[in-house]
């Protein structure tokens, strides 16, 4: 019995010296996955790692200012230039004259500018070297449900058109040929209003709109003006536009003032002559008519 037992411990125990290091790395490795500490495994390359908030977000962002500039016309031209320099367009452009509250009259302009959305924050602080910003809104709206929205629609709507003409390739009978032909007018039509409304919507988010008023200096901006210092520096342009009307106004008039002088004059001054040669006779002869003073 002996005989047997003896090389069976010692059988057991070079199988336990062989596999020992490996039954370690076994045990450790349950004892770092099966223990108190569950280490984090580590997310597979490839895997959506992200969350919605840091997906790129669709957002159509618009904005409007108000300016008061010596020159509305010429300022209008300014605000076309600087938008299209930084890759925008104008869409609308209106300069026409005004007569306001006061009296006083101008030219005012109105600017409907498509700017690219990165550069719009610098746009409106350029705004700022054309003239006086009397206001400016900004405002943001974010539509990327809207667009995943329309993508899914227009994807979908895609596969539905691919398969129906499919089905009207296949098609056995004449009748299974035109319900096809109706069903894919159907869904051509819906896919190209999606994709309309879709290319839209990537227009606007891609171009901001930029509304601008152009006002000459003098003219107090719509609510009136918003303190004392305020209501100074308007009456005090308004003052400076008044005056200035008024020089170009004489300006105007002064030559035909001097016209009008030369002819009063060719007229008045014969009169007058005449008068006088009448009335020198008429004189003379009342004095010899008259009787002799004792």
């Known amino acids: 019995m002996r005989r047997f037992l003896a090389p069976a411990v010692l059988a057991l125990a070079l199988l336990a010296g062989c ?23 580590p997310a597979a390359p490839g895997l959506d790692e992200r969350s919605p908030a840091d997906e790129d977000r669709q957002v159509v962002t618009t904005a409007t200012a108000a ?16 938008v299209e320099s930084v890759g925008g367009r104008v869409d609308e452009r209106t300069v ?35 003239g006086d910003v009397e206001s400016v809104s900004v405002s943001r709206s974010d539509v990327t449900a809207t667009v995943v929205d329309l993508d899914a629609r227009i994807t979908a709507l895609q596969t539905s058109v691919a398969r129906l003409l499919a089905l009207m390739d296949d098609a056995a009978t004449t009748e299974a040929l035109l319900e096809a032909e109706q069903a894919l ?3 051509q039509q819906e896919l190209e209003s999606l994709q309309s409304r879709r290319a839209a919507l ?9 509304r601008v008023h152009l006002t000459p200096f003098g ?6 003006p918003d303190g004392f210092l305020d209501g100074l520096g308007t009456g005090w342009r308004s003052l400076v536009a008044v005056l200035g009307e008024t020089v170009v106004v004489l300006g105007v008039l002064l030559p035909w003032l001097a016209v009008a002088a030369v002819a009063a004059g ?22 010899e008519a008259a009787p002799p003073q004792e």
């Not at 300016?67 to 016309?73: E, I, T």
């Not at 060719?266 to 004095?287: D, K």
């Open 96 to 130: 026409q004259a005004t007569s306001g509250a006061d009296g006083v009259d101008g030219v005012v302009a109105d600017l409907v500018l498509r700017v690219p959305a990165d550069a719009l924050t610098g746009v409106l602080a350029d705004l700022e070297e054309l």
């Open 67 to 82: 300016l008061a500039v010596d020159d509305p016309a010429e300022g209008a031209q300014r605000v076309s230039e600087l």
């Open 202 to 210: 990537a227009d606007q988010v891609e171009l901001s709109t930029l």
């Open 185 to 187: 007018s159907e869904r």
């Open 266 to 287: 060719a007229v008045l001054v014969p009169l007058r002559l005449a008068r006088r040669r009448a009335a020198a006779p008429a004189s003379t002869a009342q004095a």
């Open 219 to 224: 003219v107090a901006p719509a609510g009136g």
């Open 19 to 41: 596999t020992g290091p490996s039954g370690g790395e076994s045990g450790s490795a349950d004892g770092a996955t099966g223990g108190g500490a569950v280490a984090p495994v």
